[in-house]
């Protein structure tokens, strides 16, 4: 659907631009850093946070903003709304409980992934991981599942839309490198990651799809590395 740009309310689009650059690893931000992060002005950028912080959706302390527990409204009522979520939580549970691993299910957002349904038997990374999270889909076998689902041509643009840092000595960042492991993932039906995403974490995911067979979602395990071969495990999932 084509809207037209006289139609697009700017302070709208401009205070979610503000809004999407708190992150996990950026929870806590100036003027200066949200300014940074969202391209925008810093004339614009201080307008944006103080009427977040004005209506409930941000704390300041004079310096520093932090988004509240407000926040979560706006995604909630996505994730509420979406029928994925509790179709696959029951399988999910039940999944995690046979493996004694911990299992998620997420789907793709343009360039990331997005938490939809998580159990967890035991913390794997050292960021807390829950429905609404996310992370880079290049770096991830959820992610890379997923762009492997989508045509060559769309998966290089999704690549190509974000940054791609080397989070570990391991990542692939490249984009001649990650379209190679894509055509791999596409083949095998599978993903698996190698401390790509944190040292000491390794995960395998494999596409969940619709009764059309267009695939939605993805479903992953994750372990620490130098466990059980990630490749045996596939089967069981």
């Not at 300014?35 to 307008?47: I, K, M, N, V």
């Not at 913390?123 to 609404?132: A, D």
């Not at 889909?137 to 769309?154: N, P």
């Amino acid at each position: 659907m084509t809207i037209a740009d006289r139609d697009i309310m700017g302070g709208l689009a401009k205070g979610l631009a503000v809004i999407e650059t708190f992150a996990a690893d950026r929870p806590r931000q100036s003027i200066s850093d949200a300014a940074a992060a969202s391209g925008l002005d810093r004339a614009t950028t201080r307008r944006c946070l103080l009427t977040l912080a004005h209506y409930g959706y941000a704390d300041w302390d004079g310096k520093y903003f932090t988004l509240t527990p407000r926040v979560l409204r706006l995604g909630t009522a996505c994730l509420a709304s979406m029928p994925t979520p509790a179709l696959v939580q029951p399988a999910l549970d039940a999944l995690s409980d046979r493996l004694g691993e911990s299992t998620s299910v997420s789907i793709l957002d343009g360039a990331e992934i997005v938490y939809i349904a998580r159990a967890a038997q035991r913390k794997v990374m050292s960021i807390t991981l829950m429905p609404g999270s996310r992370l880079p889909a290049y770096c991830t076998s959820m992610g890379r599942v997923m762009l492997a689902a989508l045509s060559t041509a769309e998966a290089r643009t999704r690549l190509e839309s974000a940054p791609r840092p080397a989070r570990t000595p391991h990542t692939l960042t490249g984009l001649k490198e990650l379209m190679a492991e894509l055509s791999h993932v596409r083949a095998q039906g599978f993903s698996i990651i190698d401390q790509e995403v944190e040292l000491g974490l390794c995960s395998i995911s494999v596409p969940l799809a619709n009764a059309r067979g267009q695939v939605i979602a993805a479903l992953n395990l994750g372990r620490a590395a130098g466990t059980e071969p990630m490749a045996i495990v596939a089967p069981r999932l």
